[in-house]
Structure formats: structure tokens, C-alpha cells
T-cell receptor, first 116, second 113 residues
């Protein structure tokens, strides 16, 4: 099976712009989670989507949003970018029908976002 | 609320030596525990997980971890490390009812020849 793919791998934006990141899960996985990784804060959970519905949400401002399509692909959007949004954004997929985390999450390589 | 503390930010060790990466968690409910590894410029890969049952969990690449409920710890061990084990290791916890992982800050393992 192909792994989790994320596009683009690298992105440079300026403050105030918006950005959309894409994640294609492993075939058959219906749960997609997004995480932000920074040197200062480490790995932080953004949100999780299952069958096109946001099922779980972390503690991030409303500038961070996401959606999931019927083929389970997910996009994450950040509006009005700030310097502090510079980070590695990771997505992870799993079968996870129950909403609990017992299923293994498979991570993609991430999108490195740099905000200037 | 759950939290995870990885006590060492960096651990240097010589090749073929044993290593232990420490992880402590706090939670008021039962938890699931995980160790992930991240190689440079890559995503995270699951090493092992504890859901229930035996407290000694064996994972990939010769790693194992022991769940200690009384000490709220989940330390990762390997009896003999290789250069290829150089990476950053993350401990994570999830409460039974939640669908997301809470990660520690990570431990950078550096294996020297």
C-alpha cells in the first residue's frame, strides 16, 4: 500500500497570506489527523476528520481550519499567516472507526511551512 | 488533562551500548501509550504501543518499553544500539475516550561509533 502523502513538501509564504496543505491517507483509512510540529512547542494536535466530519479538535485559533473529502483526502487551511505559524505540518491516517486512538496512526513526511 | 514528560532532551550513546529513554505521563484516567521515532526530514513511525495486557511491550527494531502504572512511566529501552538508531524519539499518550495523541517534547538519540 502507498503511504500517506502530503503536498507540497515545502512552502514559503509571507505574513497575512493564506495557505492550503493537502494530505492523501492510506487507501481504506477514513480518519485523518493533523499535527503542528515546532521546536518550541513540539507536536501539537490540530484536528481530526472522519468520514468528512471533524470529530476532534485541538486548541488552535479559528485561523486554522480543515476539511475532508468523500475520498478521505484532507486539506488544512491557515488564513492570515503569522510568523509563528512556521512549522512542520504532519498529517496521519488510520482506520480508527471508533474515535479512539487504538489503531496505529501512519504519518506522512510533512509539509514544511516557512512564513516570512 | 493528560501530559507527557520526556526527561532527557538529548541522549548521546556509543554504538552497541544499551540505552533507556525516559517518559513519564500524567492522567486521571486509563491511557494508551506510544513511542514514535522520527528520522531527519521524515514523518513519525510507530515503534510500539501499550493498550492493555502485558506491561512489557516489544516493538520494531529491537526496542521495548515497560508500562509502570504506579510510577506513571513508559520508558523505552534497547539493549544494543546501532548508528542507524540516531533519530528523535517521541513518547505519546491518549486517554481512552480521546481520539488524539499528546506528545512529549522528544528525545534526540545520538549514537556515536
Amino acid at each position: 500500500k502507498a503511504g500517506v502523502t502530503q503536498t507540497p513538501r515545502y512552502l514559503i509564504k509571507t505574513r497575512g497570506q493564506q495557505v492550503t496543505l493537502s494530505c492523501s491517507p492510506i487507501s481504506g483509512h477514513r480518519s485523518v489527523s493533523w499535527y503542528q510540529q515546532t521546536p518550541g512547542q513540539g507536536l501539537q494536535f490540530l484536528f481530526e476528520y472522519f468520514s468528512e466530519t471533524q470529530r476532534n479538535k485541538g486548541n488552535f485559533p479559528g485561523r486554522f481550519s480543515g476539511r475532508q473529502f468523500s475520498n478521505s483526502r484532507s486539506e488544512m487551511n491557515v488564513s492570515t499567516l503569522e510568523l509563528g505559524d512556521s512549522a512542520l505540518y504532519l498529517c496521519a491516517s488510520s482506520p480508527n472507526p471508533s474515535g479512539r486512538i487504538t489503531d496505529t496512526q501512519y504519518f506522512g513526511p510533512g509539509t514544511r511551512l516557512t512564513v516570512l | 488533562a493528560q501530559s507527557v514528560t520526556q526527561l532527557d532532551s538529548q541522549v548521546p550513546v556509543f554504538e552497541e551500548a544499551p540505552v533507556e529513554l525516559r517518559c513519564n505521563y500524567s492522567s486521571s484516567v486509563s491511557v494508551y501509550l506510544f513511542w514514535y521515532v522520527q528520522y531527519p526530514n521524515q514523518g513519525l513511525q510507530l515503534l510500539l504501543k501499550y493498550l492493555s495486557g502485558s506491561t512489557l511491550v516489544k516493538g520494531i527494531n529491537g526496542f521495548e518499553a515497560e508500562f509502570n502504572k504506579s510510577q506513571t512511566s513508559f520508558h523505552l529501552r534497547k539493549p544494543s544500539v546501532h548508528i542507524s538508531d540516531t533519530a528523535e524519539y517521541f513518547c505519546a499518550v491518549s486517554a481512552g475516550s480521546q481520539g488524539n495523541l499528546i506528545f512529549g517534547k522528544g528525545t534526540k538519540l545520538s549514537v556515536k561509533p
